[in-house]
């Protein structure tokens, strides 16, 4: 099992910031792939940017440029730095932690961006 815990969604104004954290722990293994999805009300999740444990990374059409995903490998914990925020931006953010078949989900953190 993998346990994963997000922190850092709230309400910001449009053009700010904000930086999500993912924490796992549990039973992990190296080569894995952490990324962050996020779904709107009606809306499917999508995702928002991913990376792997050797740096490569993902990122959705709608965020490049001002969405920046990084990972901490010795702690198990993935970032995403939210700059130029967008009211569409707003949606609950939701971790992912995957190796092979292996998936495991956050419990999701809002993140609201008025304009």
């Known amino acids: 099992q993998v346990q994963l815990v997000e922190s850092g969604g709230g309400l910001v104004q449009a053009g700010g910031s904000l930086r999500l954290s993912c924490a796992a722990s549990g039973t992990i293994f190296s080569n894995n792939v952490m990324g962050w999805y996020r779904q709107a009300p009606g809306k499917q999740r999508e995702l928002v940017a991913d990376i792997s444990s050797g740096g490569s990374t993902t990122y959705a059409d709608s965020v490049k440029g001002r969405f920046t995903i990084s990972r901490d490998n010795a702690k198990n914990t993935v970032y995403l730095q939210m700059d130029s925020l967008k009211p569409e931006d707003t949606a609950v953010y939701y971790c992912?932690?995957?190796?092979?078949?292996?998936?495991?989900w956050g419990q999701g953190t809002q993140v609201t961006v008025s304009s």
């Open positions: 992912k932690w995957s190796r092979g078949t292996r998936v495991y």
